[in-house]
């Protein structure tokens, strides 16, 4: 059945490439001689594509030489597809709405919101709003974060398990995030105070989320070997209990040095999947992390206990702890701090200059809360198997501050290291991962005012418009380079260098990128679920 559907779907759009658009107008955008990868997975076609009032009036394999567009782009056989959607972001739209970083790489669309925090808790409505009037490099996709949200229902920030009228609060604040328009919840369920989050409150989470047909995206409760599986399994059971669509946000096993340990958390998703539940994941190609430097210390020396009263009380032991933690995770040489004054220096080359232990450093100048920094702790293997399974989509789970090179260069080096250089995935296979497949997770791929996609009234507020593919009523985000041009700069010394190779980036319908240089039009909106 599902071949079936898949065959009648690319019979559909074949037929619609057929149907050309009317003559008798001017339309904004034509882009001639181009290799066509329209974000389907379909194999690639020489074509054109014309946009019109942001919004895609025909891609297919027609000549359109005749037709009339204020401006032209002659692809001269460059690769043009959908501009890319990251399913996991951070930044603040408000503060640095430019985000250059995100679509020197082709993104045209990032999920904000992710880890169990985000903005416009208050009013999402106003701060959809002012991030509009901040005019974004690239659209916005908002996902009301758990965490937040507890404590907007009044749950203190360390409290555990809510109570019953606290749960009713807590899904009235999303409940209220998803009707303005969020696309889902995130939770961080490794971090406080999503830790604290029981089974009966992320079935009510669920529930909630279900009820609007939104996502749950998660950072699971432990992403290291020996609990990744049973922290997976917990995601699940939230989507089972509640009915929702649940994603696993950046998967990782940290410490796995065998891919046969990717298969098996593939293999529980997989049953999952067989039971009913919808369970996708994303992945970042980098091999190292980048998160709080609470993450090398013990529960117990973590609020809501007293890291002070742990200090005095029970140095011995937290040294001990954290000797072991951070040599299991491949020594102090693996964590590279990324917060001043430390910014750029090992553990072990901290210690070294301080003339101390690395353990006893962490406990005196390194505190829980303190810092944050890149961990060198994931096999490359292991993450390649993630990234090449077909329910797994990109992200990048960077920003444009964040001292870690994939918020600058994770889908540039998807095309230059696993496209071009590996022959991991082909380039259909890739921009099917980094833009429709993540539409489809998210539900962008449809239009989400009331109407159906044919027929009706023409769409005039784009916000609601489908988007991950190059399709006939479509957003026009669009990106043209060619693939051997395609180069991820950004290093771990030097992480906030933009990457190369996007000759045009267009996002809903206006250049921001153009022969490779910024445009200084920033044309992003916040879209509407």
């Not at 830790?195 to 409760?221: I, K, M, N, P």
């Not at 040095?257 to 970042?284: C, F, H, K, P």
């Not at 696993?418 to 429709?436: I, R």
Request: net charge negative; charged share 20%; proline share 5%.
């Amino acid at each position: 059945m599902k071949l079936f559907l898949v065959l009648a779907l690319l019979t559909l759009i074949s037929c619609s490439r057929d149907v050309l658009p009317p003559t008798d107008v001017t339309y904004d955008v034509l882009i001639e001689n181009a290799r066509i990868i329209d974000g389907t997975g379909a194999p690639a076609f020489h074509g054109s594509v014309l946009v019109r009032d942001g919004l895609i009036a025909y891609a297919g394999p027609a000549s359109l030489a005749d037709y009339q567009a204020a401006h032209r782009i002659d692809a001269a056989g460059r690769v043009v597809a959908p501009g890319f959607i990251d399913a996991h972001a951070h930044g603040n739209a408000e503060m640095n709405p430019v985000f250059r970083n995100f679509w020197s790489q082709g993104v045209t669309s990032i999920a904000l919101g992710m880890d169990g925090r985000s903005p416009g808790m208050d009013d999402l409505p106003a701060w959809m709003q002012r991030v509009e009037e901040a005019r974004p490099g690239v659209n916005i996709i908002h996902f009301a974060g758990h965490g937040t949200a507890r404590e907007y229902a009044g749950l203190p920030l360390e409290q555990g398990a809510a109570t019953d009228e606290q749960l009713d609060a807590l899904v009235q604040v999303i409940g209220s995030q998803l009707a303005a328009g969020s696309f889902g919840v995130s939770t961080g369920i490794e971090y406080i105070p999503g830790v604290f989050a029981d089974r009966r409150e992320l079935a009510r989470v669920a529930q909630t989320v279900a009820r609007y047909d939104g996502l749950v995206t998660s950072h699971v409760r432990s992403e290291d070997d020996d609990a990744v599986k049973a922290s997976v399994r917990e995601l699940i059971t939230m989507g089972a209990d509640g009915g929702a669509r649940v994603n696993v946000s950046h998967i990782k096993i940290v410490y796995a040095n065998d891919t046969s340990e990717a298969e098996g958390v593939l293999a529980v998703m997989d049953s999952a999947r067989a039971a009913g539940v919808e369970i996708t994941a994303d992945v970042y190609p980098y091999t190292a992390s980048y998160t709080g430097i609470g993450i090398l210390y013990p529960d117990w020396a973590l609020p809501p206990n007293n890291f002070e009263e742990v200090r005095q009380e029970q140095r011995v032991e937290l040294a001990g702890y954290l000797r072991n933690r951070v040599n299991r995770r491949n020594g102090p040489e693996a964590t590279l701090l990324g917060t001043a004054p430390w910014s750029g220096r090992t553990l072990a080359e901290i210690a070294d200059s301080l003339d101390k232990p690395f353990e006893e450093v962490l406990i005196d100048h390194i505190p829980p809360g303190s810092a944050s920094a890149a961990y060198f702790v994931m096999n490359l293997d292991v993450m390649r198997r993630f990234l090449t399974d077909p329910m797994v989509s990109v992200s990048s789970d960077g920003s444009p501050t964040m001292l870690h090179p994939r918020g600058y260069g994770s889908f540039s080096r998807i095309i230059r290291q696993f496209v071009q250089e590996e022959d991991t995935l082909s380039l259909e296979e890739a921009v099917y991962k980094m833009s429709l497949m993540t539409a489809e997770i998210m539900r962008l791929d449809r239009r989400r005012d009331g109407e159906a996609l044919a027929g009706g009234e023409p769409l005039t507020d784009i916000r609601y418009a489908p988007r991950g593919a190059l399709r006939e009523g479509f957003a026009a985000d669009i990106v043209v380079f060619n693939p051997e041009n395609v180069q991820d700069t950004a290093t771990f010394e030097r992480p906030h260098q933009f990457a190369l190779g996007m000759d045009y980036v267009m996002v809903n319908g206006i250049l921001v990128q153009q022969d490779g240089v910024p445009t200084e039009v920033r044309p992003g909106l916040v879209l509407r679920r």
